[in-house]
Nanobody, 124 residues
């Protein structure tokens, strides 16, 4: 069992930045790829970014490429997502997830463990 706790969300103006963190309850470095997803009101949950177990591979949704950066610190069992040039359409609850495999994946169904999420609100 892996418990995930997100932090770092908040209210920011368009063009601003936020850094989300996801702390895992156990060592995930050698066993889990990690991902970030978001869920906006009235929309389905969507993939945002994913990172392999060692950080060697990263994937991004087209809508965030060039603006968001996913990273991980395995010594701290923590995954981060730096979000720059935020837009109002980025407003959503952001959740991290753990996939019991070493390869990064965009497939929601591949993730076994999910955090509760942190709210990101971008004002225009």
């Amino acid at each position: 069992q892996v418990q995930l706790v997100e932090s770092g969300g908040g209210l920011v103006q368009a063009g601003g930045s936020l850094r989300l963190s996801c702390a895992a309850s156990k060592r995930t470095s050698s066993s889990y790829a990690m991902g970030w997803f978001r869920h906006a009101p009235g929309k389905e949950r969507e993939f945002v970014a994913a990172i392999s177990w060692n950080g060697g591979s990263k994937y991004y949704a087209d809508s965030v490429k060039g603006r968001f950066t996913i990273s991980r610190d395995n010594a701290k069992n923590t995954v981060y997502m730096q979000m720059n040039s935020l837009k109002p359409e980025d407003t959503a609850v952001y959740s991290c997830a753990a996939h019991p495999g070493t390869i990064a994946t965009m497939a929601t169904g591949q993730y076994d463990y999910w955090g509760q999420g942190t709210q990101v609100t971008v004002s225009s």
